[in-house]
C-alpha cells in the first residue's frame, strides 16, 4: 500500500516550545535545544505510528517497539508492535525494499504458530515499513552475545521449534533461505519462532537476481556458493549451523574477510561438533555434524525424518540426566549413612 505522507522539517522543544529542525535527525533521534539545553526525543513519529524504542538494527534498517494510532491520528492503540522502517535516505533503498517486500509476500503464507506474523506492509515519502507482531524475548543471536547458556536440551527444544516453522514453510513450497541466530526471536514466554523472510523465494519461482547468495557466509549452505538456489536441504544446513553457534558460543567456521571462492574451500570440511569444548552428547554432536554434512544428499530428506533425530536427541539427554540425578541421590545416601554412623556408632 503506497501513501503520500509530509515529512515533517520542525519540532518543538518540549521544554521551552522552540521550534527545532529535525531535516536531518534519524528517526526517535535525540538532539539538544540551544536555547534551554534540554535533550529532546525528536522523529518519534513515522506514519501512523509511535516509537516507543529501538528493538534493533539490521541491514533493510532499523526496528521499532511502536503503538499504532488511528487513522484519524487520535487515540491511542495500547497494543504494541514491531516496525521495520527502510528510509527512503537508505544508500541501497531499491535493494532493500525488494527484501521488505518480498518479506511482506511471504511471512503471510505460511501462518503457523512458530512464524513472526506479519501485520501490513506500507511505503510513502518517507519510505518503506513492515508491522509485525513484538518479540519480547529477543533473539537467539542476542542471548549468544549475552554469555547466557541455555543448555544443550533448551537449544535443541528451540531447534525442534524452528524446524516445525521450516516444515510449515515447506510445505506451503516456500525455502527461507536465511537461517541465523537472530533470525530466531523468543516470545516473553520463552517460545521461539521463525522471522525475517527477507531472501525467501518459492520452490516453483524463477530466479533473476542472486538474492540467495546474501544469506549470511557463517550459516550458508555450500551448494548454494557452488551456485544451486537452495532447497529443504540447504535450510536444514542453516539451522545446523545456528545450533552449532548457540551449543559452542562460536560460529563453525571462521568466515570473516573470506572471499567467496575461500568460503566455498572452506566449507567443504565437515565439522565436528564432538571435537568442540564443552560436554555435548554424541547423539547431539552426530545429529549437528549431519544437518551441516558439505553433501546435501547426505543430509535429512524430510523434516519428519530431522524431527525424530532431535526426539531421539533429546531422549538421550533426558536419559543421562536421570542417571546423572540417580549418581548425585546415591552419593548422598552414601554420605548420610556415612555421616550418621560416625555420629550414632558408638551409642
Known sequence: MSQTTAVLTEEPCLSCALMLDVTEEPLFGLVRCPLCLSEVRV??????????DVLGHGGSGRVFRVRLYGDGGGDENRDEFALKVLEKNHPDYDEHLFFLKNEAFFAPQVEHPRVVKVVGFEEDDEGARLLMEIMQGGSLHDLIGSGARLGEARILETGLEILKALSATY???????????????????????????GLARSLTMDVSTETHL????????????AGELGNLQSDVYGLGGTL??????????????????????????????ASAPGSIHPKTAELINRMMNPDPKARFSSYDELEGKFHLALDYLDRRSKISKGRRMKRRGVFLARFFSRIFGGV
Open 43 to 52: 522523529r518519534a513519529r513515522v506514519g501512523n505510528y509511535q516509537i516507543l
Open 171 to 197: 510445505a506451503k513450497g516456500v525455502v527461507h533461505g536465511d537461517l541465523k541466530p537472530a533470525n530466531i526471536l523468543f516470545t516473553s514466554s520463552g517460545s521461539a519462532k521463525l522471522g525475517d523472510f
Open 214 to 225: 546474501m544469506a549470511t557466509p557463517d550459516y550458508i549452505a555450500p551448494e548454494i556458493l
Open 244 to 273: 552449532y553457534h548457540a551449543l559452542t558460543e562460536r560460529t563453525p567456521y571462521q568466515t570473516e574477510g573470506c572471499s567467496m571462492e575461500e568460503l566455498a574451500s572452506l566449507k567443504k570440511t565437515p565439522v565436528n561438533l
